[in-house]
């Protein structure tokens, strides 16, 4: 996925995953300043002494393992994206897939209605 490149001095909401949340560390949002931006690269952080660099293509963490954070642009686009997640899992567990979903969360929330007003008619 193709984002737009960042700007030096902007705000992004950095969000911890895979190993960097688990049931001891919960998975929280925190704002980050963008540091630099380069051709590939770019930096960006709660501070200048601490930054991870980000693809400026896909704002994926450059890292040679799992990845710890996500970026978003929005705090809104983290909850969307959430949202998106939880009924995806919530389809998949009515249809019994293991498919991947790459709808929009306005086509998801309107298969999560349909399910709902047809579950009382069995």
Same mark, same amino acid.
């Given at each position: 996925?193709?984002?737009? /490149?960042?700007?030096?001095? &902007?705000?992004?909401?950095? %969000?911890?995953? $895979? =190993? @960097?949340?688990?049931?001891f !560390?919960?998975?929280?949002?925190?704002? %980050?300043?963008?540091h630099?931006? $380069? !051709?590939?690269?770019?930096? @960006? $952080?709660?501070?200048?002494?601490?930054?991870?660099?980000?693809?400026?293509?896909?704002?994926?963490?450059?890292? &040679? +393992?799992?990845?710890?954070?996500?970026? +978003?642009?929005?705090?809104?686009?983290? &909850?969307?994206?959430?949202? @998106? =997640?939880?009924?995806? !899992?919530?389809?998949?567990?009515?249809?019994?897939?293991?498919?991947?979903? =790459?709808?929009?969360?306005? @086509?998801?929330?309107?298969?999560?209605?349909?399910? &709902?007003? =047809?579950?009382?008619? /069995?």
């Amino acid at each position: 996925m193709s984002r737009r /490149k960042p700007v030096v001095g &902007e705000t992004l909401f950095s %969000v911890n995953t $895979g =190993n @960097a949340c688990n049931q001891f !560390r919960p998975q929280t949002i925190t704002p %980050v300043i963008v540091h630099s931006v $380069g !051709r590939k690269y770019f930096f @960006a $952080g709660p501070n200048s002494n601490y930054t991870v660099r980000y693809h400026v293509d896909s704002w994926s963490q450059k890292t &040679e +393992y799992m990845a710890t954070s996500k970026l +978003y642009e929005t705090e809104q686009a983290y &909850e969307d994206d959430k949202e @998106a =997640n939880q009924l995806e !899992r919530k389809i998949k567990d009515d249809f019994g897939s293991f498919i991947t979903m =790459n709808l929009p969360l306005t @086509a998801l929330r309107t298969i999560d209605r349909i399910i &709902e007003n =047809n579950r009382g008619d /069995k």
